[in-house]
Every structure is written in C-alpha cells, then in structure tokens.
T-cell receptor, first 106, second 115 residues
Framework: KNEVEQSPQNLTAQEGEFITINCSYS?????LHWLQQHPGGGIVSLFM?????KKHGRLIATINIQEKHSSLHITASHPRDSAVYIC????????WGAGTKLIIKP | NAGVMQNPRHLVRRRGQEARLRCSPM?????VYWYRQLPEEGLKFMVY????????ESGMPKERFSAEFPKEGPSILRIQQVVRGDSAAYFC?????????????FGEGSRLTVL
C-alpha cells in the first residue's frame, strides 16, 4: 500500500462543475502540500496545510489530521484548471502521491 | 520578486558528458531543495542545501552526482559522466524555513536528455 494515495487518478468534468480530489496518507506528517503540474511540466505549490482549511480564489484545501485525509476542491472549474494535481506529505523530503489528472472541458 | 529560476530549461548531453543545472532561489530564501522526476513518475527528493552547507543528501546517488549552494550565486546540481538513465526533469524548490517545512516555491524545472 502506498504511503500517499490519491483519488481519482483521472477526472474529466465540464466547465463550471465543482471538483473534489482526495488524498489519504498513512504516515505521520508535519505538513501536507497540494501542488499543480501543468502539461509544460512546471510545478506550482497551491497549499501547505498542517490543520484545518485554506482558501485561495476558487481553490479550497482541507485536512483532517485524525483521519489522515485531505481534500482539494475547485469551485466553478475552468478549462485552465486542467493539470495534474499532486498531494505530497512530510517535510522537505516529501512523499508524493501519484497525482490526479484533471481535464475540464469547455 | 522573481520566483525560483532554473536554467537551462532544456539540456541535451551525450553519454559521458557533464551536466550542470543551476537554481537561483527566491529572494530571501536560504533553503534549496533538488528533486528529480523520471518520466511518468512522481518527484523524488535528492538533496537539501543551505548556503555553503549540505543539510541532507540522502536522496542523491553516491556516484557522479554532486550539489552545492555557494555563499554567492546559484545552487548547482552537477552530474558527471551522464548516462541515459539520468534523463529526467530536475526541479529546484526554495523556502524561507527548513526543517519545519516552510512553503515551498518551485522552479520550472530543467529537462535533461541524455543521448
């Protein structure tokens, strides 16, 4: 069993839909990161969480430390949100999830 | 405030040559991390550096790979005598804090192709 599991692996949705990507982990963590990787390959750090909830624009990330689970939500999704979303946990060494490939169709 | 700058973005080398990848962290960031992403795989930690110090190189192959972060100038990841298996995207990240993880800011990556 992987230490960080993401679901779904692939997600295709229509523009405007509410998107949820889930991340479960089995190790003790100091922080959890949500990152975005575009087809060009660049990586953008979206959130770093150690508890609770964070919001940035249309993106919301939550974490439940007791249940070892985090979710990334995208409201009013747009084609430009199409990317791979990655959950990673730990300190700088970071244990990475396999990623969720999101495609938003116009 | 410029982000994390990596260069070159793309590098082609023949087997046996040397590859040098550079990373300039964000202004005010003194912690630099290098990760490698093999095709169709997630990122793997390689090395963590502070100015003039290697803090953790446990993820870096023992041979042919070295990293430095001098007092002045960018951090450099050096791969000697490259082999085809070194073909990958190499990402650098920087942060203001270290062990208690500060928010990481990533560069665009350097894509190494070994012919």
């Amino acid at each position: 069993k992987n230490e960080v599991e993401q679901s779904p692996q692939n997600l295709t949705a229509q523009e405007g839909e509410f998107i949820t990507i889930n991340c479960s982990y089995s190790v003790g963590i100091s922080a959890l990161h949500w990152l975005q990787q575009h087809p060009g390959g660049g990586i953008v750090s979206l959130f770093m969480l150690s508890s609770g909830k964070k919001k940035h624009g249309r993106l919301i990330a939550t974490i439940n430390i007791q249940e070892k689970h985090s979710s990334l939500h995208i409201t009013a999704s747009h084609p430009r949100d199409s990317a791979v979303y990655i959950c990673a946990v730990g300190d700088y060494q970071l244990i990475w999830g396999a990623g969720t490939k999101l495609i938003i169709k116009p | 405030n410029a982000g994390v700058m990596q260069n070159p973005r793309h590098l082609v080398r023949r087997r046996g040559q040397e590859a040098r990848l550079r990373c300039s962290p964000m202004k005010g960031h003194s912690h630099v991390y290098w990760y490698r992403q093999l095709p169709e795989e997630g990122l793997k930690f390689m090395v963590y550096l502070q100015k003039e110090n290697i803090i953790d190189e446990s993820g870096m192959p023992k041979e042919r790979f070295s990293a430095e972060f001098p007092k002045e100038g960018p951090s450099i990841l050096r791969i000697q005598q490259v082999v085809r298996g070194d073909s990958a995207a190499y990402f650098c990240a920087s942060s203001t804090r270290g062990f208690v993880t500060g928010e990481l800011f990533f560069g665009e990556g350097s894509r190494l192709t070994v012919l």
